[in-house]
């Protein structure tokens, strides 16, 4: 495939590389570093699907550039969410595809799975309360990650005590506490607990480098071409 990276942080260089060792073609990079080029260098002609990976800031602009180019595009940058119906509606306006996960690891992703299936059982059970923690490197620029939002968000569609989230220890019954730790070049470490007086149950993943993130990523481009709409990691690994 003709690929377009967009960001060439470590993730970006990561997926040059994995893409190169795969057979794919990087046709260009997008970054600060290289003002010279623009994602409207580019169309459906010259690239098959683009892969986002950059700044909160410049993640929504970005995503609504590719579309608006007509390029299919796999997003990965987290914090912007609150504006992502408005990417969803031009996916759907201009007949484009976006695939956007806020964790490429399929081993993050039958986490997810397995989180939401353990708090559709632990909510009929009383006398657990729930928290998440996560821990990721000091470089790390949102805060809690969009790992541990989708996890907590989970959560609250199955908690009918929990309403909302709080980013940092709270005794209120109807918040779910988020625990978010910077520390050294952890790569990401995500922990559901449930705790009672008697007992308590974790639900961990703990990532040892980002090649789970890239070859997810890197799927995800493969999976892409030919759709139209907005997908998941849910739809690519049928979960």
Request: proline residues 4%; hydrophobic residues 40%.
């Amino acid at each position: 495939m003709k690929l377009l990276l967009i960001g060439y942080g470590k993730m970006g260089q990561a997926i040059e590389a994995q893409a190169i060792a795969r057979g794919h073609q990087i046709v260009g990079l997008v970054d600060p570093s290289r003002p010279e080029t623009r994602i409207t260098d580019f169309d459906a002609s010259s690239v098959d699907v683009a892969i986002e990976f950059t700044h909160p800031d410049a993640a929504f602009a970005n995503v609504m550039a590719c579309l608006n180019q007509g390029l299919p595009v796999v997003c990965g940058s987290t914090g912007w969410l609150h504006h992502f119906a408005e990417a969803k509606a031009l996916a759907q306006q201009t007949g484009g595809a976006l695939f956007y996960a806020s964790n490429y690891s399929v081993g993050v992703n039958l986490f997810f799975h397995f989180n939401e299936y353990i708090a559709a059982k632990m909510h009929q059970f009383g006398g657990y309360d729930v928290q998440v923690r996560e821990i990721h490197h000091t470089q790390k620029v949102d805060q809690p990650s969009g790992t541990a939002l989708t996890a907590a968000e989970a959560i609250l569609r199955h908690f009918p005590t929990k309403n909302t989230w709080r980013n940092e220890p709270t005794q209120a019954p109807n918040e779910l506490a988020i625990l978010s730790e910077r520390t050294g070049q952890v790569v990401g470490t995500h922990i559901v607990t449930y705790s009672s007086e008697a007992d308590s149950i974790e639900l961990k993943h703990e990532a040892h480098s980002r090649d789970g993130f890239v070859q997810g990523a890197l799927l995800a481009a493969e999976w892409l071409p030919g759709r139209r709409g907005v997908f998941g990691m849910k739809e690519l690994l049928g979960l």
